[in-house]
T-cell receptor
Framework: GENVEQHPSTLSVQEGDSAVIKCTYS??????FPWYKQELGKGPQLIID?????GEKKDQRIAVTLNKTAKHFSLHITETQPEDSAVYFC??????????FGSGTRLSIRP | DGGITQSPKYLFRKEGQNVTLSCEQN?????MYWYRQDPGQGLRLIYY???????QKGDIAEGYSVSREKKESFPLTVTSAQKNPTAFYLC????????????FGPGTRLTVT
């Protein structure tokens, strides 16, 4: 099955600076790489995803980059704002379609 | 509005009682999932179902049971055999059995004393 590691576990950045979170996976057959954002007391929501046929995808201040050779993908948030404070999860599925969540990164934006 | 509903949002039970958490979706999704989340932790898969009348154990199925009699419903029963049932429970669904975005419900916070 898939083995997922996410780093860092906590991240604090100054408002306006950038944040980067990395996810490492083990299954070379993985072809879908999503990032979820979870606000306090709520369910996670997809914020961006990428498929294995592209190396990067951007949506305004959020981007995801994929390195299939090294088996990792990263979430990049630029010009961070207070509303970006949340817990972020990567969740690459394994071949049986089970979705394995990383341990999460708690992002705090300092004013 | 399409989505996933979980009820109730907060649930309190005495130790030794079974309790059933509701999950309903009107997205016409085939696959449904149950996760458990402990404070400051990630999501751990309890059970999932890719089709009606079929389901598979996740990583922490002991002490839990599920049913999938209808496509739109996937209730989770927390039995008295579950040693530490107090947690935040999340239900999710995906359109098919292939890899795609998971849609989550708002969660049920279960407290057992």
């Amino acid at each position: 099955g898939e083995n997922v590691e996410q780093h860092p576990s906590t991240l604090s950045v100054q408002e306006g600076d950038s944040a980067v979170i990395k996810c490492t996976y083990s299954d070379s057959a993985s072809n879908y790489f999503p990032w979820y954002k979870q606000e306090l007391g709520k369910g996670p929501q997809l914020i961006i995803d990428i498929r294995s046929n592209v190396g990067e995808k951007k949506d305004q201040r959020i981007a995801v980059t994929l390195n299939k050779t090294a088996k990792h993908f990263s979430l990049h948030i630029t010009e961070t704002q207070p509303e970006d404070s949340a817990v972020y999860f990567c969740a690459p599925p394994d071949p049986s379609s089970k979705i394995i969540f990383g341990s999460g990164t708690r992002l705090s934006i300092r004013p | 509005d399409g989505g996933i509903t979980q009820s109730p949002k907060y649930l309190f039970r005495k130790e030794g009682q079974n309790v059933t958490l509701s999950c309903e979706q009107n997205l016409n999704h085939d696959a449904m999932y149950w996760y458990r989340q402990d404070p400051g932790q990630g999501l751990r898969l309890i059970y999932y179902s890719q089709i009606v009348n079929d389901f598979q154990k996740g990583d922490i199925a002991e002490g839990y049971s599920v049913s999938r009699e209808k496509k739109e419903s996937f209730p989770l029963t927390v039995t008295s055999a579950q040693k530490n049932p107090t947690a935040f429970y999340l239900c999710a669904s995906t359109p098919g059995t292939g890899v795609s975005e998971q849609y989550f419900g708002p969660g049920t916070r279960l407290t057992v004393t």
